[in-house]
């Protein structure tokens, strides 16, 4: 029987080809040309002024929070639903994160429970899964409370809210490149902002705080987050489908409202299809436990499936933050799957994991 994974990346012969033209042709492996043009696809197709790339997206948010001078005796609103890269990138920067709870149908920060108080200085927003909440709303919270709004939109990168790309809606928007994103270059993460100091303040960060480029002087404490060009010109073969891609997603998550229609206790959230390709295809289950037993059963039918995040505030070190006070993303979050979601699935497979969702649900 065939292995459906949950997710896996889709590489075509085009890499194959400009990774080993690359090689060939001289370049130095690291950060250059090539990574400049994967900034400038990505800039150019969400309408930001400029970009940086670097290793992770775990890295991009922890350098936005730096870039943006948050530290020692800052708080930062994160929303109890998201990866735990999302938190961390504050308790790494030295601030303290301060939850709040999610929409339970967009699984977004919900702004009438966020806990103000005056050491509050920004709000990491999460469109996670490429959905969101009133995005002008979240702009105005942050403008009317005097807040930096960091847009993790890691999962995001193709998803609009409008006509406006989301990534782009805050001071500093944050993509991520790993393999089951919907681009991936291995590792990688870019930031987005249209503010000129705030990029020039992150390029300085990234690359050991010289004065210039290439220069051995330095005017500040760096780091070295630069990013590779052997990564990037993958990067940038995939951003040049970047269009099928988004289409997709989207067709791929149809195909699967319409094969899970019947199905007794599978939930899917409402999903805009014209803004939003889902990096994963997720469903609600009626509890935790017939989840878990729901991926114990795919896994005998050669099917991958992965439960959604724990909410953070259910994690080992962060359950002193207020376990118990986040009612939606704590009763939402164990009920949760990510169906198979790879963009290289056919028709006929996501048909096999409908049917096995109905075999056991009904
Ligand atoms: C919402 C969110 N934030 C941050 C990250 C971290 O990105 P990376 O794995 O590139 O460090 C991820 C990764 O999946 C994510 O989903």
Redesign the pocket.
Known sequence: MEFIPQVEPYLTEAEARAAAEYLRSGGWLTEFRQTERLVEMVTSLVGARHGAMVT??????YLALKALGLGPGDEVVVPNY?????IN?VVWVGARPVLADVEPDTLCLDLETVRLCRHTRALIY?P?NGRHGDMARVVEFCREHGLYLVE????ALGARAGDKYLGTFGDIG?Y???P??IVTTG???MLVTDDDELIGRIRKLKDFHRTAPASDWHDGVGFNFKFTDLQAVVGIEQMKTIAWRVQRKKEIYARYQQGLSGCKGVEMLPTDLEECPP?FVDVLLPDQATRDELVAFLKERGIGSRPF?PPLSFQPMYQELGRGSFPVSEELAPRGLWLPSSLGLSDEQIQRVCQALAERLG
């Open positions: 992770s997206g775990t890295v991009a948010l998201t990866m735990i890269a999302t990138a999460v996670i993790d939109a890691a999962q944050v991520s490149f790993t089951h994103k590792q990688g993460g990096w995040y």
